[in-house]
């Protein structure tokens, strides 16, 4: 059925039917009438030949370095929960922290038609900044500061400086860092600028040895921690940049038969629940994943509104759970 067949069986005229769908100006009487004419054939205009005839599309794209992350979950909860309640569709694209991959995706969405994208990235190459520099929908980045683009990020400098400080202030005097690589600006360089900016606050001198880079994953964290503690020195508190990492670093003390947090002590970024049910519960920053996918979706509305707004950055707050791996805090 086309839209004039459409139009004769409600009784209204063509411009009638497309504005309806389009969400345009239409008085109550029309609007009845288009309604119950849906009601009795189940007429619905083709998302192409709307996005033909409008340039909208109601698809935004979404780019994650991985579905199964729960951080990346919570973001996408939260753009789902501001764009569905507009009429959006969520395009998910899975990178699995690829370069390469992310910048397909945004050629993707370049060449075909989405009125949006919101990219969950880590690194920015200069590729990345050149393709960004080409789309023709507006585009908000979660997670990472770009100057010109619209970002909602946290703040990981200050989250990662609270968390080291709590266990220097129980009186750790040998602080080890397991981090991610200092290219990503938030996780990686953030939380390490955080983490050396307590200990030196703490008149603490960090030792090189007591530094490793990993990956984002429990496995990698197990084996970082193990070169941490191999050693005839050992730490005796370990700020992880995420707490997957920490809770491989639980593992490998556990093994060892290394206490927490008696022998060491041992906070993250995240507040997963993997760390609310660790043998040892991890203590954490909580960041607002949930709230920077909702702002994100609204910045994305307002640019799709008004194209040219000034782009803005979005920091959002954080906050510290104290849990039993950095010793139970005592109440008065």
Known sequence: MNISEFAKIAGVSKSAVSRYFNDGYLS???????EAAIE?????????????????TKLVGVILPKLSSESCARVTEGISSVLSEYGYELLLVTTSNDNHKEIESLELFRQNR???VILLSTIFTDLHKSVLAKMRVPV??????????????HDDYGAAR?????????????????????????????RRKGFERAVADAGIKLRQEFTEIAEFTIDSGYEKARRLLSGKEKPDCIFCATDSIAAGAMLCCREAGIRIPDDVMIAAVGDS???????????????HYRTAGSEAAKMLLAAIKEPTLIPRMLQLDYYIIER??????ETV
Request: charged letters at 25%; aromatic letters at 4%.
């Open 324 to 329: 039993e791996s950095t010793g139970k805090t």
């Open 114 to 116: 989405v009125d949006g």
């Open 162 to 190: 609270s968390l080291t400080r709590i266990m220097l202030e129980k009186g750790a005097v040998k602080p080890a860092y397991i981090g991610v690589d200092p290219e990503d600006k938030a996780a990686g360089e953030a």
């Open 273 to 287: 629940k993997i760390g609310k049910i660790a043998a040892v519960p991890i203590t954490t920053a909580h960041l």
């Open 140 to 153: 908000i980045l979660v997670g990472q500061q770009l100057k010109g683009f619209n970002c909602v990020c």
């Open 28 to 34: 109550q009487d029309k609007r009845e009438k288009i």
């Open 40 to 56: 009795k054939t189940g007429y619905s205009p083709s998302l192409s030949a709307r996005s033909i005839r409008t340039r909208v």
